[in-house]
């Protein structure tokens, strides 16, 4: 598109009638600058202003409240309140006790762990977490990733003991990272995690739990142990001579039960104790039915009998050393990252709904602690999960105490009823499975993110097809590359605007966008959208470089021609600028008087103009009339100046 630009008597611009000077920022020493440079990038919270002004014994309790949530709301609480815990902690527990059973069957682990991860962890929660509203156990991705990754090395039916050695190392590890992460204030790394990113990775995986479902949805014994679509789906028609009907038939009238409560639960929230009784219920009539048929002898496998009594110690189980060293911290480190945005992300969802603030590093550091604490006491990876969140927020929670009066209620679980767990049937914990990760599979959102950015449309599903047809960490690590490929994209070729003046106005916006604008004859006005440094300025040199070719090529097909004499750059969205990005303006300039051409700069931001006046010995680039505070007081003051001059002439 040709940019517009009328002769010099149709233009009409609003001359500036004073024209201001740019300001260079206060003096500061080095030391400073670095100090605020670090408290913006791992402080940028402030968390030491509770602290000022207050006395020693004000500052231990504020630094004990800081440490420990509970002591912050504790000593607060009311027994109005407790109703509402009760009602909300009996109703997750009613939803943990069989997710539980059943994520940990899908990480390949004794489904007693699965109770064990929904008793300890909570407790540790409601101590150090930030949310009231986020209910804490075991997730499907975490325990699908853990299962795969440690499956890849170690069979967890041929030894199963060392299987479960590998989870609660990994599990150490993942809690170690999350806790540093929080500690160290890193907690912007998990920040290269996306929402495109995430709902494709959440939707592919999504999937893929489901798929593996097909085992004990079919009743199929001798099943393929990778994760991708083609050999799942391989594996299930060509083991077709073990589908069992009577499974078959017990697991999609659950289904449909279960999905139709979800139905329910979603279409009247009001309902929402439906699908959270849901599994529970199925479970109870899954297990009654099995038991009075004698179903396990008929085609129908069962858990079988679980240990009584609460969580064993575990320490002496972890292998920080040896030759599985690396497998356990890869995994651990995987499903730390994916864990801990699992968390934070719901933890956040409903602090923005109830209006709270949830401490970010607070919630690593309560999150990674739970899980070190965990690993020791036969705990695999825990976090916050969306669906048990969602309905401990609708069952009306009002601090974290329903955490506890849910751990509480899976005390009381493996204390005393155990035993009627035993003629539970594997398919019902696969319906309830399936149930609950449909709902991470989120169109609205994929068809959102399509309507408002391509590129962020192509990474989802880089995401989504890397976790079926590849793996779940490769589909993620796919994922992350492409998103940090597009902001390096972004960094190594920022945006260029060429700007033209909206007439009558000393306003001036982009050409391309503002059909209203005309370019001033004898001017090329360019925006630079980025911070200037070693990545770009090659970029820089040459488009400016293009840019004035291209002007003066169409003056020269104009009938109305205006001799180029000025290139203004607007630096305003230029936040920062290096070595490099200071050459590059000297090279510019040098470039520029070549061709009889004058370089202007428009209101250089502080770090900006500080180093630019820093290099600028011979005052070239700082001279009065080649830096403005607009460009608006840059094109009146460079015409009125042109005037003077040719009338001097004359």
């Not at 504020?62 to 504790?74: C, K, S």
């Not at 004035?548 to 020269?556: F, G, K, L, V, Y």
């Not at 428009?602 to 009339?625: H, M, W, Y």
């Not at 460009?631 to 005037?643: I, N, P």
Request: net charge positive.
């Amino acid at each position: 598109m040709e940019p517009n630009i009328p002769p010099p008597a149709e233009l009409q611009i609003a001359m500036e009638t004073e024209v201001h000077r740019v300001a260079a920022p206060p003096r500061r020493s080095s030391l400073h600058k670095l100090k605020d440079r670090l408290k913006e990038t791992f402080f940028s919270d402030d968390p030491l202003r509770q602290f000022k002004g207050q006395s020693c014994r004000s500052r231990l309790i504020l630094g004990a409240q800081y440490v420990f949530p509970i002591l912050e709301w504790g000593p607060n609480y009311k027994l109005n309140l407790l109703k509402s815990d009760i009602v909300s902690g009996l109703t997750i527990a009613s939803l943990a006790i069989p997710q539980g059973i059943s994520y940990a069957k899908l990480a390949n682990l004794p489904p007693i762990v699965g109770l064990y991860s929904s008793f300890v962890p909570p407790l540790i929660y409601a101590v150090l977490g930030s949310s009231r509203d986020l209910a804490v156990g075991p997730v499907s991705i975490a325990s699908l990733i853990m299962g795969q990754m440690l499956r890849q090395e170690v069979s967890p039916v041929q030894d199963p003991i060392l299987f479960l050695q590998l989870a609660l190392s990994s599990t150490f590890f993942a809690g170690l990272f999350q806790a540093s992460l929080g500690f160290l204030r890193l907690g912007f790394i998990i920040d290269f995690l996306s929402k495109a990113t995430l709902i494709g990775f959440m939707a592919g995986a999504a999937i893929i739990v489901s798929l593996q479902q097909l085992k004990s949805l079919l009743g199929i014994k001798n099943f393929t142990t990778k994760m991708g679509i083609v050999p799942v789906m391989s594996s299930v028609f060509q083991n077709i001579h073990e589908w069992s009907w009577q499974t078959i038939l017990m697991g999609f009238c659950f289904l449909v039960l279960l999905l139709l409560a979800r139905h329910i639960s979603i279409r009247k929230p009001k309902l929402f104790w439906v699908s959270a009784g849901a599994p529970l219920v199925s479970v109870i009539i899954a297990t009654l039915l099995v038991f009075a048929m004698q179903a396990q002898n008929h085609g129908i496998t069962i858990i079988g009998k679980l240990q009584e009594g609460l969580n064993p110690p575990s320490w002496n189980m972890l292998r920080l050393h040896g030759n599985y060293l690396p497998l356990v911290t890869k995994t651990g480190l995987v499903t730390g990252i994916i864990s801990l945005t699992e968390g934070i992300a719901v933890g956040r969802t409903f602090a923005a709904l109830k209006n709270y603030q949830v401490d970010g590093n607070k919630e690593m550091i309560a999150i990674g602690v739970m899980n070190i604490v965990g690993s020791s006491t036969s705990c695999y990876v825990t976090t916050g999960a969306f669906s048990r969140s969602a309905v401990n927020h609708n069952a009306g929670c009002k601090t974290a105490v329903s955490n506890i009066i849910m751990a509480v209620t899976v005390m009381v679980t493996l204390l005393f009823l155990m035993p009627l767990f035993q003629y539970t049937p594997n398919v019902i914990l696969g319906a309830i499975i399936v149930t609950a990760v449909i709902g991470l599979i989120d169109i609205p959102a994929a068809f959102e993110i399509w309507k408002i950015d391509k590129f962020d449309f192509l990474v989802m599903l880089c995401a989504f097809f890397g976790v079926l047809f590849i793996s779940v960490e490769q589909g993620l690590a796919i994922a992350v590359g492409l998103s940090i490929f597009k902001i390096l994209m972004q960094i190594t070729r920022p945006k260029t605007m060429m700007l033209g003046n909206i007439p009558g106005t000393n306003i001036y916006r982009d050409l391309h966008h503002y059909k209203e604008a005309v370019g001033v004859p004898g001017f090329l006005i360019l925006s630079i959208e980025a911070p200037i440094n070693f990545a770009n300025t090659t970029y820089l040199k040459e488009r400016i470089t293009r840019w004035i070719q291209d002007h003066e090529t169409e003056n020269d097909d104009s009938k109305n021609k205006s001799q180029l004499k000025f290139v203004i750059l607007d630096l305003t969205a230029v936040s920062a600028l290096d070595t490099n990005g200071v050459s590059f303006f000297k090279d510019l300039r040098m470039a520029l008087n070549k061709k009889n051409l004058e370089l202007v700069l428009v209101n250089p931001l502080g770090e900006v103009i500080e180093k630019i006046q820093r290099s600028d010995d011979a005052k070239e680039l700082t001279r009065p009339d080649g830096l403005f505070l607009t460009v608006g007081e840059a094109v009146a003051s460079l015409l009125l100046s042109t005037k003077s001059n040719s009338s001097s002439c004359v």
